[in-house]
């Protein structure tokens, strides 16, 4: 099924197949009401260019058989998914695999149709990033009146559990990102690249090598030109070009480097080079050490490179399944809580059935992790961002629904869209809040902490009551609002270490949308079947007439208009915490990362995957936020049930004791069942 649809400004006919039921052409005023309700059964949809149909198996643009992201020589069709996530799809067994390009709604838009960072339609460069991120998103504090900073936290759970751009570190120095990233194998000549040193100063490298695309200080810029700036680091996104997956002169692919399932790949690592330092070998368990009466991951072997703020080496460095835990002290928090979920559940399997192994103990425990989070990310965090309306009309949530709901589609690929991971789920930077509060078991504030003081320092967790208290904190604070407005926490002092000023992520999403030639927002919102603007006028529709007007100060056209910058000043549609476009792409992309899953835990066409139906009623059942976190912070005695949404008249806190738990019991199998 392809629509046509209007034309727009300097891209022609836009073509789009949603892989989702997708939603009509509505005005943001107009809100959830009216989706479209396509069919749930899609022609397939291959990642490669929305509009193309999947390459023939085993072709030269089969992804199965490209050299970025190994098929394995066979599958074996197991009851526990592959850490690599290789033969989650059986006849594509290379789908939703490390190292592989990102999925994508539109067509790559290079300006030499190969690389280079797309230009205006006038020739000239397009705004500076930094002016945009100025402008556009300056800091004012509103608070979401529903939602808790732990809602916002657990956003970056998902996405890291989804995507990882390659090349990218997260020990990245003032320059916005990576003083010395590093760039990750697989043939790369590039081992470690600097185009902006932490004096804001340009390198030798920002000329030479075709990886930098550091960000200029325009001359308005009041931090950075004080200071003696020139620029702002940033290294380009490793592609099928850089490892010659690809023909000369085909687009650059850039490449995502973890498990695109939602996997929890992040705690268990995308490749058995990652899992096996954290495995522990014995009683199915991840390996911890014991600090203060407390369980921690294992130490990063190299301290000064992953923890950069890190004093010394001796201070403590988590090593987890993805490299980016230590960024900042609340997600390393998060990863903390579901490493100490999975020894819970192994430890709770092991004793129910001691004649297990290690190993299946860890695959059963893991397996069980897995699928809680899947129920958590799907029916209580998503439906506070996406609609809970939105989720049901699009086939994403089957609130009620008893027993198996069969929605695996092998034609679906998994691989996370660039729109998605590099533009709209990127709209949710807007929620992080600047201080990160110390809330005592009765709830009253005792602390606070900077969040700059605390980048890539994970410390902070382990001194006194920290972990304790922060975590109570994350349920206690207000989100951010979801608007234009970002914490200079992280628009100016991303990642400073020892300086005065660091880094500004939202220049760096900018570039970042640049650097992977992402559709225009014009575009964008063609394939969303969205009003397609044909002036900055038609854009008040949607979005307020002040920043329309800035929008028109800084781009030279309205088909400039990029997708991570006006996808973000969208009005909101009623009911979820983005604009109509943004919606879009994110209510396509979880629906993908559902049905594309063959081991999704709703899931049960293949009974040797599938839990039983009374182990699935009991996920439902006692699945949540709040007893993830009752059961792994072990000074949390009372919780909202509702772990997402502020402490209030419907949420009021009770007991942990009085928070359902899952059975654990509905696993205890009579001896000899499992080899
Ligand atoms: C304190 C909290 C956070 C910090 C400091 C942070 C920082 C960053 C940084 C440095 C990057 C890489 C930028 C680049 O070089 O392109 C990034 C990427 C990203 N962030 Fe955040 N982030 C935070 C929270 C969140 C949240 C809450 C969400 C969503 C709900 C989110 C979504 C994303 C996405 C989708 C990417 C791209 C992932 C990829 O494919 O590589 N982040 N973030």
Redesign the pocket.
Known sequence: VFVTLPANPGQGQVFFQSASPQFSSQSAAQGLQGFLQFPSQRRPVNGFGFSNPPPPLGSAQDPATQTCGLAPPGCVNSRYRSIDGTCNNLRRPAWGVPQTP?GRLLPYNYADGVSALPVSVTGQPLPNPREISLQLFPEKLLVDPIWNLNA?????I???D????AG?T?S?GPG???AGTTLQGFGSDKESVTCCDDSGQLTSDAVTNPACAPILVPPTDPIQVPLGGQCLN??R?ATTRDRRCTPPQAPAEPL?VVTAYMDLSLVYGSSQGQAQPIRAYQGGRLVTLVRGGQEWPPQDPNVTQTCESAQSSNEPCYLTGDI?TN??P??ALLQIILLREHNRLADTLAHLNPHWSDEIVFQEARRINIAQNQHINYYEYLPI?LGYENMIKNKLIYPGAKGYINDYNPSVDPA?LDE???A??????T??RGYLSYISQDRQLIGAVR?SDW?NRPLILELGNSFNDLTRGLTVDNMDFSDQFWTS??TQF??KRNNTFG?D?RA??I??GR?HGLPTYVAARGACGLPVPHSFQDMTDYISEENVRIMESIYASPADVELVVAGSLERLVPGAQAGPTFLCILTEQFYRTRVADRYFYENGAEREIAFSPSQLESIRHGASMARLLCDNANDVRVMQPQAFRLIGESNKLVPCEAIPAIDLTLWQEPVGHFK
């Open positions: 990102y916002m936290q657990w956003g970056q998902i996405t890291h989804m995507s990882l751009t990218v997260q990245q916005g990102q990576a940033f290294v996104t995502s980016r960024q900042n609340q997600l961002f996370i998605h991971a590099t709209a789920f990127r709209h949710f930077h929620l992080i969040l980048f926490e992280i991303l990642f880094g992520l760096t999403d570039q970042r650097d």
